[in-house]
């Protein structure tokens, strides 16, 4: 059996086998990029690193840019298993110079059937006063 985590900010939320849309919300300054979320995949039996979930961008922004980038991260989850090099696909969010409400969407496909593909909808509001 595979565990999959996703890391976003702010909180750790573990992954599931989920086709209803989850809401997530982030506040971030005019012009700044932000990292939004991170998955990967490990076995929990054995702490072997699965490759990366592939994501894919369904409704993108309008007031910034999504970006999706994969690399290596730290496994989090299940706490056996926790800073384990993995392979991981990185979400990440460049507000642009206009302030206001973006919102788009992204789906997350997982090799394990038990996780399946996740989709996640979410919203930034780009305020100046945001970190």
Same mark, same amino acid.
């Given at each position: 059996m595979?565990?999959a985590a996703l890391? $976003?900010?702010p909180?750790?939320?573990?992954?599931g086998?989920n086709?209803?849309?989850? @809401?997530?919300a982030? $506040?971030v @300054?005019?012009?700044k990029?932000? !990292?939004l979320?991170?998955?990967y995949?490990?076995?929990?039996?054995?702490?072997?690193?699965?490759?990366a979930?592939t994501?894919?961008?369904?409704?993108?922004?309008?007031?910034?840019? !999504?970006?999706?980038s994969?690399g !290596?991260?730290?496994?989090?989850n299940p706490?056996?298993?926790?800073?384990?090099q993995?392979p991981?696909t990185?979400?990440?969010?460049?507000?642009?110079t206009r302030?206001?409400?973006d919102?788009f $969407?992204w789906?997350v496909?997982f090799q394990s059937q038990?996780?399946?593909?996740?989709?996640?909808?979410?919203?930034?509001?780009?305020?100046?006063?945001?970190r």
């Open positions: 595979a565990a890391i $976003s900010m909180g750790a939320h573990a992954a086998n086709n209803i849309p989850r @809401p997530r982030w $506040s @300054p005019p012009s990029a932000t !990292l979320a991170t998955y995949e490990i076995v929990d039996a054995n702490c072997q690193a699965l490759k979930p994501v894919r961008i369904t409704d993108r922004p309008t007031l910034g840019t !999504l970006t999706i994969q !290596l991260g730290l496994a989090d706490a056996k298993c926790a800073n384990i993995v991981v990185e979400v990440y969010y460049q507000a642009g302030l206001g409400q919102n $969407s789906e496909r038990n996780l399946g593909t996740q989709r996640v909808q979410g919203a930034v509001a780009i305020t100046p006063g945001a």
